[in-house]
Nanobody
Framework: QVHLVESGGGLVPAGGSLRLSCAAS????????MGWYRQAPGSERTLVAT???????NYADSVKGRFTISRDNPKNTVYLQMNSLEAEDTAVYYC?????????????WGQGTQVTVSS
């Protein structure tokens, strides 16, 4: 069982910044991928950024150069620094943790945190 707790969402004017955090607890294999996804009203959940336990990162084209994902492995925590926010970034942001080992596979989600960017 894996539990993810997100924090840091809120209301910010366009051009502003926010930092999201997500702390994971429970059954976590050391080799894993953590990431952030977002879902706007009426839209599907889409990738924002991911980071592996080896610090390899992947970003959606729409956030490259504005968002930075990072992690603290001993704390099992992932961060998303969001700068130059745009109204189009408004969404519920979900933290994700994925790992697999042999026949065991874990794909856990947080409860989501709302980010609202006012134009």
């Amino acid at each position: 069982q894996v539990h993810l707790v997100e924090s840091g969402g809120g209301l910010v004017p366009a051009g502003g910044s926010l930092r999201l955090s997500c702390a994971a607890s429970g059954s976590i294999f050391s080799i894993n991928v953590m990431g952030w996804y977002r879902q706007a009203p009426g839209s599907e959940r889409t990738l924002v950024a991911t980071i592996s336990s080896g610090d390899s990162t992947n970003y959606a084209d729409s956030v490259k150069g504005r968002f930075t994902i990072s992690r603290d492995n001993p704390k099992n925590t992932v961060y998303l620094q969001m700068n130059s926010l745009e109204a189009e970034d408004t969404a519920v942001y979900y933290c994700n943790l994925y790992w697999s080992r042999g026949a065991v596979r874990v794909n856990a989600w947080g409860q989501g945190t709302q980010v609202t960017v006012s134009s």
